[in-house]
């Protein structure tokens, strides 16, 4: 039943009509729940999840129309541009060329104002799969989006290879792993409407695994090259040196300056140094840097707190505040990382402290689209918290928003997703300091 499910809702349903798209998305969730309780084999549940993804790769994103833009970058590096360096407006604005790029209006058109006005924040890593995509969509579109679904597909199916083994070196039931290959948000956001998370945790996990198996050099590039896909990762950047530090040791300052942590750390930071070799200029870095401040500065969506502290400064002084407390919410998300990221004595505890910690980030953050949700699924594989199970499903009530003629979020829906979210955190948190040592 799911597959048709998958089907149907990748090539009939609009995101702007929510109580389908919510409704069916409620029967997958119930059957991805079913199935995972179910007694089978991971043979069959591996197969499963291929054909569900399989299914995704043959559709057009419908959910997002981010995939004009990675196609914009790929043909920008085709010409030998600088993607960093020019908003597609700009570019169209200072060329006579504009037939360089297939369908340069369409894909300005179709990837909407926010984008098209703004710096790309997409880094090198993506950019090369959206240059490698770009010879293909030359000939079709689909052809292009096909060939960068495989890559996430190929990438799903590495994530649960190194999850299974990652459970194995913690001795926990490597079943585990599928509530992340299963889960119908990753499924949808990520294979189904191209979200580069999926590429980012495949390098991320292996990032781990390495660690757990002291090879720290190996560990360290691999961060980095999920740091080059997405950002996002580089917020665990202290806990997997604190996973490189702890073990036969205690997490004091000196063991810092140790052999295995300069391997770690500098497999890291080379690479990351040499993914953006080819794109540095100055103003690349002052581009890059205006574009990642937007979002804390200017966007906001299925917001938490942050929504409550805007609500309070309404009622204070009468306007949005943005400016003032988006700089408040990432001095909150900063401070939430840091602290759980030294509450860290094990590695096995290393999943836990990186679960509570980023949870906080996303609460603390002023904007997050449902596909942010699917980091924190990955980090609950390892944990006995299901926050994120939970929240995978619940996140889906934002697409609300898209229904309605001014993209007006539903106070009730934000209500109802995070009290319930906010409310089994904080029972999961409690949990948590009941075992942390005295």
């Not at 499910?5 to 119930?30: C, H, K, N, P």
């Not at 043959?58 to 360096?85: I, K, T, V």
């Amino acid at each position: 039943m799911s597959g048709g499910i998958y089907f149907w809702i990748s090539q009939e349903v609009a995101r702007t009509d929510f109580g389908l798209f919510f409704s069916l998305y409620s029967l997958l969730f119930l059957c991805y729940f079913l199935l995972l309780k179910a007694k089978i084999s991971h043979q069959l549940l591996f197969l499963t999840g291929l054909i569900y993804h399989l299914i995704l790769v043959f559709a057009l994103p419908w959910l997002s129309q981010d995939f004009y833009r990675f196609l914009w970058d790929g043909w920008m590096l085709q010409l030998g541009e600088n993607p960093y360096l020019f908003t597609p407006n700009q570019w169209l604005e200072n060329t006579n060329e504009q037939n360089l790029i297939p369908k340069a209006n369409f894909l300005i058109e179709e990837m909407g104002q926010l984008s098209a006005s703004n710096y790309t924040n997409y880094p090198p890593i993506s950019q090369f799969i959206y240059f490698l995509a770009s010879f293909l969509a030359e000939k079709s579109i689909f052809y292009a989006v096909l060939f960068m679904k495989l890559v996430l597909v190929f990438s799903s199916m590495a994530t649960l290879f190194f999850s299974q083994k990652i459970l194995s070196l913690l001795k926990l039931p490597t079943h585990k792993a599928y509530w992340f290959f299963l889960n119908p948000l990753v499924i949808i956001e990520g294979i189904g409407n191209l979200h580069f998370e999926v590429l980012m945790l495949a390098f991320f996990v292996a990032s781990v695994y390495y660690l757990m198996k002291n090879n720290f050099l190996w560990a360290g590039v691999l961060l980095g090259l999920s740091v080059a896909t997405k950002l996002i990762t580089l917020v665990f950047f202290i806990y997997l040196l604190n996973g490189v530090i702890v073990g036969n040791k205690k997490l004091k300052f000196s063991n810092y300056f140790s052999a295995s942590s300069f391997q770690f750390i500098g497999g890291c930071l080379l690479t990351i140094a040499m993914s953006y070799v080819y794109f540095f200029d100055l103003q690349m870095l002052q581009n890059y840097q205006e574009s990642v401040g937007l979002w804390f500065s200017s966007f906001e969506f299925n917001a938490s707190f942050y929504y409550v502290f805007r609500w309070v400064g309404f009622q204070m002084y009468g306007y949005n505040m943005i400016a003032i407390l988006g700089k408040i919410m990432f001095v909150l998300s900063a401070f939430s990382l840091l602290f759980f990221a030294f509450q860290q004595t094990t590695k096995k505890q290393m999943f836990a402290v990186m679960f509570l910690g980023f949870a906080c980030y996303l609460f603390f953050s002023t904007t997050v689209h449902p596909w942010y949700v699917t980091t924190l699924i990955l980090l609950g594989v390892f944990t006995k918290y299901y926050t994120a199970i939970l929240w995978s499903f619940l996140v889906m009530l934002s697409y609300y928003t898209y229904s309605q003629p001014n993209f007006q979020e539903s106070t009730w829906l934000l209500f109802i997703q995070y009290v319930l979210v906010i409310g089994l955190f904080s029972y999961e948190l409690v949990d948590f300091w009941k075992k942390v040592p005295k």
